[in-house]
């Protein structure tokens, strides 16, 4: 694909002003025109919502720099439908570099993988990153890895309704290994406070420890944990195709 062609639609989580989608914007400037369209505040967590109770609004910082009061899903769909023109139609869309990784179960929590999701939907290939990384800040590797990635998925395409989400180790990766969603082991962990008028409040948290192993392997904890970026395919389907032939006795005809 010729550079100079090339559009990119930006979004993420963790809000317009984040280190990590500032860093992917300067590493994705070189091979194409970017376009940024993301959260006014930060979203983790958001998932894959829509706000719909609520009017939106956006705010145009310049030619190519959007704010949304809202999720990465209201986001893209309005970078795609209502902010750019026909002619800024994006050939990619590119989530994160969420601060934090998006391993296994994460994922259907993620703003970050929302916003790649929506775009796939809406028919544009999306690409999710995310640093594991619990304190660094520095961006620096993720951004040459999403750099490659989304040359690469320019230049050869990916199938038709995937994203990719993609997890980029600390430090300097070993290489990258294409992987499938790992199930972690957690337990959520709920803390009670009491507010200064004698009400109480929560705090929802996790412990963890560590995954689960895979006789196959090929997990995206595996990878991470071997120091590799992981590469998953998802899609929006969550269709559980193993059990249709298992529930096909529930099946009754009028």
Known sequence: MNSDKVRILLTNDDGYHSKGIIALENALAEIGDVYVVAP???????????TLARPLRIRQIDARHWTVDGTPT????LALNRILTAE?????????????????DDATYSGTVAGAMEATILGVPGLAFSLVA?????????????????????????PPNTLLNINVPKGVPKGFRVTKQGIKNARPVISEHIDPRGKPY?????????????????????AI???????????????NYAAMELLQSWEKNS
């Open 40 to 50: 006014a505040s930060e979203m983790s967590g958001a998932s894959h919502s829509l």
């Open 134 to 158: 619990n304190r660094s800040h520095d961006f620096t590797e993720s951004a040459k890895v999403a750099r490659e990635l989304t040359e690469k998925a320019l230049n050869d395409g990916l």
């Open 225 to 239: 944990d071997e120091n590799y970026v992981s590469v998953t395919p998802m899609r929006s389907d969550l269709t």
């Open 74 to 77: 209201d986001c893209v769909t």
């Open 88 to 104: 800024e139609r994006p050939h990619i869309c590119v989530s994160g570099i969420n601060h934090g990784a998006n391993l296994g």
């Open 202 to 222: 929560y705090w929802i948290g996790e412990m963890r420890d560590g995954f689960h192993t895979d006789d196959e392997g090929g997990t995206d904890f595996e």
